[in-house]
């Protein structure tokens, strides 16, 4: 197998997935690693690929996770993955890593038979590499919502799968 190839998160991995994941906070969100764990725990779909190089997290829509991006998502659609982070360390970019962990999970939710795989990504500020990657991987717009405690504006992408 490839040392690319996505595999399971495991509890080994906790501490490079959340020393990672607290050098792109500000991309996605801070967490405590219990809180870490628990995400990992409850997640649909946690892998890892490259040599600690990239993580994916997403949740079906059963998930009983407390977050306002996933509550949208809920209240729009019966069924769904939704990505809730993917970060790929700053070292490992531009090796298809994002890639790779995005083709296994549409994979994986197509084979159980999801209509559709969810995510958001920050409009303002913008993040056109971001935005770039998602079109390419099939990602359209279905929403924006405006933080009204930021100046945080994120934009709901969706990738239909039927």
Same mark, same amino acid.
């Given at each position: 197998?490839?040392?690319?190839?996505?595999?399971?998160?495991?509890?080994?991995?906790?501490?490079?997935?959340?020393?990672?994941?607290?050098?792109?906070?500000?991309?996605?969100?801070?967490? /405590?690693?219990?809180?870490?764990?628990?995400?990992?725990?409850?997640?649909?779909?946690?892998?890892?690929?490259?040599?600690?190089?990239?993580?994916?997290?997403?949740?079906?829509?059963?998930?009983?996770?407390?977050?306002?991006?996933?509550?949208?998502?809920?209240?729009?659609?019966?069924?769904?993955?939704?990505?809730?982070?993917?970060?790929?360390?700053?070292?490992?970019?531009?090796?298809?890593?994002?890639?790779?962990?995005?083709?296994?999970?549409?994979?994986?939710?197509?084979?159980?038979?999801?209509?559709?795989?969810?995510?958001?990504?920050?409009?303002?500020?913008?993040?056109?590499?971001?935005?770039?990657?998602?079109?390419?991987?099939?990602?359209?717009?279905?929403?924006?919502?405006?933080?009204? /405690?930021?100046?945080? /504006?994120?934009?709901?992408?969706?990738?239909?799968?039927?």
């Amino acid at each position: 197998m490839s040392r690319n190839a996505p595999r399971p998160v495991l509890p080994d991995d906790l501490a490079w997935v959340h020393a990672l994941n607290q050098e792109h906070k500000l991309e996605t969100s801070s967490l /405590t690693p219990e809180r870490l764990a628990q995400l990992v725990d409850m997640a649909w779909y946690a892998k890892a690929a490259g040599d600690r190089g990239a993580f994916l997290i997403a949740f079906d829509q059963k998930a009983p996770y407390e977050n306002g991006n996933f509550a949208w998502m809920q209240a729009r659609f019966d069924r769904f993955v939704y990505i809730d982070r993917v970060i790929v360390a700053r070292s490992h970019q531009r090796q298809g890593l994002a890639r790779i962990l995005y083709e296994d999970l549409i994979a994986q939710a197509m084979a159980a038979d999801y209509p559709r795989v969810t995510c958001e990504v920050n409009a303002a500020p913008p993040n056109p590499s971001s935005d770039a990657f998602h079109a390419r991987m099939g990602f359209a717009p279905v929403g924006d919502l405006r933080a009204l /405690t930021t100046e945080k /504006t994120v934009r709901y992408l969706e990738k239909g799968l039927t």
